[in-house]
């Protein structure tokens, strides 16, 4: 592990919703001294702007109008990032199951992924980082120097889903989790542009019966092998 410390690794994880990647992505940027970036935040953000504005964020210029009036920003958090709209930390505001489903549909927008490439790109460039999302082994960072794709059952899925939801203060009904993570994956892997899916060269981890800490180790044991 001590070797590992010295290197500016690019971590790409992929995988479908409440596999447990932004977990494991940010456990494991703690152990590197890595920066860990959440690219469904992006998505999220700007499907919370667009519905809160009504419209369809469907070009480039719409979508830097957006981030203009709302003044986004992202900011540096611990080892991971906030996202402040006008100052305010809306963070907590962009993970709620309607923002799920917008962010989802967005997603599949050209505009949208062109914009958000750009934007990830950048923010990984210098290597340190632990990037998760649905494309980042495949389109964002496919030269990454690791890349994981991070699975588990639908229902364990729904089910860490529809926990994490109570505890903020949110609940839902699992029956409607589990159809709205059903729902989100078909959409996000059958769209045509950089659907979800694993990597040619990518490390298939099924986390249903892992703890974190044993998804975290298996990751960084891999890591090790490859530097
Ligand atoms: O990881 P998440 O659940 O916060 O992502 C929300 C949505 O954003 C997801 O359903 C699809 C989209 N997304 C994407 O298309 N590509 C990414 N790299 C990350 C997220």
Known sequence: MLKLLNIKLTIAIDGPAGAGKSSAAKLLAQKLGYTYVD??????????????????P???????????EFKIEFQAEGVSFKV?????????????????????????????RDYLLGLQRKMGQSGG???????????????ADCK????????ERALRRHQELKAKDNPT?????????????????????????????????DSTNLT?????????????RVT
């Open 84 to 112: 402040l709209a006008q100052a305010e930390n809306i963070t907590h505001k962009l993970r709620t199951p309607d923002v799920s489903r917008y962010a989802s549909l967005y997603s599949g927008l050209p505009a949208v």
């Open 148 to 155: 994981f794709f991070l699975d588990a059952d639908t229902k």
């Open 173 to 205: 009904k699992l029956t409607d989790t589990i159809r709205d993570i059903q729902k989100r994956d078909a959409q996000d892997s059958r769209r045509k542009l950089a659907p979800l899916k694993k990597a040619a060269d990518a490390i298939v981890i």
């Open 212 to 224: 974190l800490e044993q998804v975290v180790d298996m990751m960084l044991s891999h890591i090790d």
């Open 129 to 143: 980082v632990i990037m998760e999302g649905r494309d980042i082994g495949t389109v964002i960072f496919p030269e």
């Open 39 to 56: 690219t469904g935040l992006m998505y999220r953000v700007i499907a919370w702007a667009a519905v809160t504005k009504a419209i369809i």
């Open 58 to 68: 469907d070009n480039k210029s719409i979508i830097d109008t957006l981030f203009s």
